[in-house]
């Protein structure tokens, strides 16, 4: 009989691997390896992703890794953009390119009905041979050939359709403005490997995020049909029961920490992994929760989501928190000395910074 994983055990495995039970010494780079990449729609999340798990992280630390190109910031899991380590996209991009092209059709195919998306895929190569362009650059180059059709629909339909990125100033801290595109050959100067299995990808899931089902996995990827790749890795895999009875999947040797480890309060930002990258996120979401995570940045509170917080500019730096419970005298006095953190790091010129928390009445 497997050993059973409650609600509880399964979250400080998840913290521990997320670097989110204590800020790790180890490099900006190492961590975005650790976690698979951090993703980041907006430029500026991934800077607070690391900055809540790296001791000492600096905003000049993760500008200097988009720019050195130790990191590149593309189109992979779910169709999403993420900020992945140079020499994981390289696998990473062939791997997923099938799921790639479904996301194509299904986010554009209706828009895009006529156009053949191979041939598509190759104007828009030539069109970026010489170097980068501006999405909008690229959108009307591309109406010019297709004037009937949505050039909107034709341009991001490029970054499912073939291998490109968006380098910088796309992703540095507090950048606004038109994306660019390239293709990542000629951006990163190496080639791609494809032909890496699966399994290293599921490996890499379960180290970052597990124990997990099989069904985790491809929510958190965007793939199907996994369920033989894992079947095929049981003898060198441990299994366990989970909350609700489903089997999950883990690697031998990583952290199970005691279910009674202290979490500190942690401030996530908007679209962390850690809340997202599972079928069910019932390991730090509950139920008062479940609706909000996704499109506001979460609060950490003994491991679980218990509130979530915005930032506001106006007459300095207003940072509030909005919790789904009442804390003890601890947890606020925590959560205020790290939102004042917190506040320090995305805000240090403000005159004024100011923590706010809205805070339920007790229940009867």
């Known amino acids: 009989m497997h050993q059973r994983l409650d609600g509880r055990r399964l979250n400080r495995a998840t913290l521990a691997r997320q670097h989110l039970l204590a800020r790790t010494g180890r490099g900006a780079l190492d961590v975005v390896r650790d976690l ?5 729609q907006d430029p500026d999340p991934p800077y607070v992703m690391l900055w809540d798990r790296v001791d000492g992280f600096s905003v000049g630390q993760l500008t200097a890794l988009q720019l050195d190109r130790g990191v590149v910031r593309a189109t992979l899991f779910r169709g999403t953009l993420h900020l992945v380590a140079t020499d994981d996209y390289l696998w990473l991009r062939p791997m997923l390119q099938p799921m790639l092209e479904r996301w194509q059709r299904g986010a554009w195919g209706k828009a895009l009905d006529g156009v053949d998306a191979a041939e598509l895929a190759k104007v828009a190569e030539q069109l970026l041979d010489d170097g980068r362009l501006t999405r909008p650059r690229l959108s009307r180059a591309l109406a010019a050939r297709w004037p009937e059709h949505n050039p909107t629909a034709l341009a991001r339909s490029v970054q499912g359709l073939l291998p490109v990125v968006h380098p910088p100033p ?16 000629s951006w990163l100067g190496r080639p791609l490997s494809p032909g890496v299995p699966l399994t290293t990808l599921i490996r890499r899931y379960l180290a970052a995020f597990g124990p997990a089902t099989v069904k985790d996995v491809q929510v958190w990827s965007g793939l199907t049909r996994l369920r033989e790749v894992v079947e095929a890795m049981r003898p060198e895999l441990v299994t366990f029961t989970g909350p609700q009875g489903e089997e999950l999947f883990d690697l031998p040797d990583a952290p199970r920490p005691d279910p009674d480890t202290p979490a500190p309060v942690r401030l996530l930002a908007l679209v962390d ?10 390991r730090l979401v509950g139920p008062d929760a479940a609706a909000r995570v996704g499109w506001e940045a979460a609060i950490l509170v003994d491991g679980v989501v218990g509130g979530f917080w915005t930032l506001a500019a106006d007459d300095g730096a207003v940072l509030t928190a909005d919790l789904l419970q009442p804390l003890t005298g601890p947890q606020e006095a925590e959560l205020e000395a790290e939102a004042t953190r917190l506040l320090a790091f995305v805000a240090p010129e403000a005159d004024q910074r100011d923590v706010r928390l809205r805070v339920p009445a007790a229940r009867a």
């Not at 950048?175 to 293709?183: E, K």
């Not at 992994?273 to 019932?282: F, G, I, K, Q, T």
């Open 36 to 40: 698979v990449g951090l993703q980041g």
């Open 170 to 185: 796309d992703g540095l801290w507090h950048r606004h403005g038109p994306a660019h595109v390239a293709l990542a050959a």
């Open 273 to 282: 992994n850690v809340v997202l990258a599972y079928a069910d996120r019932s």
